[in-house]
């Protein structure tokens, strides 16, 4: 191995288990949601408001941990939300009534967004364009491992210890997560790289890049993609246990799939970062995710009770996601070369937000039918190429606005 690629690889190594904390918290408790509702004495759209609180407080912290990024360095801000997440993650293991959990899945959303947004900044100060896709490939590929294992070791902790086995698991993986950013996390923004993060500047940089093209339609695409995957993920306790009739242990049938293709998109997208245009590599994503949504439809129509009917083409459609998310990061963080914090920062406010939405609104409305989801995807997905489409939406319009 050449000593770049050990760079990059160490780096990555680094940074995918900060982003692995977003789809640990978010995934891991989903099989315990009917145990959970019965001991809370809830419905299952309460439990689904749990998922959505932890979304919003996610997207709304991470306009502010972008900027203050930017402001302090990478470093400390990692380290204090990692701290915050640990408290949050111990008082949810002794909580008692829904409203304490409800309360402290925002906590856990607000603290775990730190992770997300500075480790795509860390990616983007350390690297050039090229090496940066290549690592954020590598951090896709390791990312998978998240929403992969997540559900099956909540299903696993559920059918042994009950629904707390579950909080404290995600307490101890974020104690880990402290000691290991406190020993080996570096800082990769210098003192004279750091802008002040007062709040009127950062509301115009937000609302500068709301205003500007190249950045809007790669993180809109972003969004829409991976927010007509997370209808089937956020519905994923209904599919498994109600449509398929599976148990506990049984969520590794959706999300292997899911694994399977963000490892190999991950992979093909990391060797062809010096090959193919990030912008024809975003236009090739979409075109297989819609490949893969007609795929499920058609599984869903013919055989709605097959397992590998259903769920095998997600494979096809994560593929499609990784093949396109380092490119889609990549176009937008470069619109602001000097505020890569604040950009990372809307960029994950907007694709969360959006995903929130869905799971507030959407997700507990159509779920008791597989082909009502598989329509809100499809629709989610035409009118993530539509933005895509539009002039200046494959990158060769529009040169990118800075901000310094």
């Given at each position: 191995?050449?000593?770049?690629?050990?760079?990059?690889?160490?780096?990555?190594?680094?940074?995918?288990?900060?982003?692995m904390?977003?789809?640990?918290?978010?995934?891991?408790?989903?099989?315990?949601?009917?145990?959970?509702?019965?001991?809370?004495?809830?419905?299952?759209?309460?439990?689904?408001?749990?998922?959505s609180?932890?979304?919003?407080?996610?997207?709304?912290?991470?306009?502010?941990?972008?900027p203050?990024?930017?402001?302090?360095?990478?470093?400390?801000v990692?380290?204090?939300?990692?701290?915050?997440?640990?408290?949050?993650?111990?008082?949810?293991?002794?909580?008692?009534?829904?409203?304490?959990?409800?309360?402290?899945?925002?906590g856990?959303?607000?603290?775990?967004?730190?992770?997300?947004?500075?480790?795509r900044?860390?990616?983007r100060?350390?690297?050039?364009?090229?090496?940066a896709r290549?690592?954020?490939?590598?951090?896709t590929?390791?990312?998978?491992?998240?929403?992969?294992?997540?559900?099956?070791?909540?299903?696993?902790?559920q059918?042994?210890?009950?629904?707390?086995?579950?909080?404290?698991?995600l307490?101890l993986?974020?104690?880990?997560?402290?000691?290991?950013?406190?020993?080996?996390?570096?800082?990769?923004?210098?003192?004279?790289?750091?802008?002040?993060?007062?709040?009127?500047?950062?509301?115009?940089?937000?609302?500068?890049?709301?205003?500007?093209p190249?950045?809007?339609?790669?993180?809109?695409?972003?969004?829409?993609?991976?927010?007509?995957?997370?209808?089937?993920?956020?519905?994923?306790?209904?599919?498994?246990?109600q449509?398929?009739?599976?148990?506990?242990r049984?969520f590794?049938?959706?999300?292997l799939?899911?694994?399977?293709g963000l490892?190999?998109g991950?992979?093909?997208?990391?060797r062809?970062?010096?090959?193919?245009?990030?912008?024809?590599?975003?236009?090739?994503?979409?075109?297989?995710?819609?490949?893969?949504?007609?795929?499920?439809?058609?599984?869903?129509?013919?055989?709605?009770?097959?397992?590998?009917?259903?769920?095998?083409?997600?494979?096809?459609?994560?593929?499609?996601?990784a093949?396109?998310?380092?490119?889609?990061?990549?176009?937008?963080?470069?619109?602001?070369?000097?505020?890569?914090?604040?950009?990372?920062?809307?960029q994950?406010?907007?694709?969360?937000?959006?995903?929130?939405?869905?799971?507030?609104?959407?997700?507990?409305?159509?779920?008791?039918?597989?082909?009502?989801?598989?329509?809100?995807?499809?629709?989610?997905?035409?009118?993530?190429?539509?933005?895509?489409?539009?002039?200046?939406?494959?990158g060769?319009?529009?040169?990118?606005?800075?901000?310094?």
């Open positions: 191995m050449r000593p770049e690629q050990r760079t990059r690889l160490r780096f990555a190594l680094l940074v995918a288990p900060l982003s904390l977003a789809p640990f918290s978010l995934d891991t408790y989903l099989p315990s949601f009917p145990a959970m509702a019965d001991a809370l004495v809830v419905d299952m759209a309460a439990m689904q408001a749990t998922l609180a932890y979304l919003v407080a996610f997207a709304v912290a991470t306009l502010v941990a972008g203050l990024s930017d402001a302090f360095g990478r470093r400390p990692v380290l204090w939300a990692l701290l915050a997440y640990v408290v949050t993650s111990a008082l949810l293991v002794v909580a008692v009534d829904y409203w304490q959990v409800l309360t402290l899945r925002m856990q959303g607000l603290a775990a967004a730190a992770g997300v947004v500075v480790g900044a860390l990616i100060d350390r690297f050039d364009p090229t090496d290549r690592v954020f490939a590598l951090v590929m390791m990312f998978a491992i998240g929403p992969a294992v997540a559900p099956i070791i909540g299903g696993w902790l059918a042994a210890f009950g629904w707390r086995s579950v909080f404290a698991f307490l993986y974020g104690l880990l997560l402290l000691l290991a950013a406190r020993r080996w996390l570096p800082e990769t923004l210098p003192a004279a790289g750091r802008v002040a993060s007062h709040p009127a500047p950062v509301l115009r940089g937000y609302l500068a890049s709301l205003r500007n190249a950045f809007l339609r790669p993180v809109l695409v972003h969004a829409g993609m991976f927010g007509a995957m997370f209808l089937f993920i956020a519905a994923s306790p209904t599919i498994i246990y449509h398929l009739g599976g148990g506990e049984d590794w049938w959706l999300f799939p899911l694994v399977g490892v190999v991950g992979f093909v997208a990391g062809s970062a010096g090959r193919l245009r990030p912008a024809t590599a975003v236009s090739i994503g979409l075109a297989l995710a819609g490949l893969s949504l007609g795929l499920v439809g058609l599984g869903v129509l013919l055989a709605p009770e097959r397992v590998p009917a259903v769920t095998l083409p997600f494979a096809l459609y994560s593929f499609a996601l093949t396109a998310m380092p490119s889609a990061t990549l176009l937008a963080l470069d619109c602001y070369p000097g505020r890569r914090g604040m950009a990372a920062a809307m994950a406010f907007i694709q969360l937000g959006f995903s929130a939405l869905l799971a507030l609104f959407l997700v507990d409305r159509l779920d008791d039918v597989l082909w009502q989801l598989v329509v809100a995807a499809l629709a989610i997905w035409a009118l993530a190429v539509l933005i895509w489409l539009l002039p200046g939406g494959s060769r319009a529009a040169a990118p606005r800075t901000l310094n």
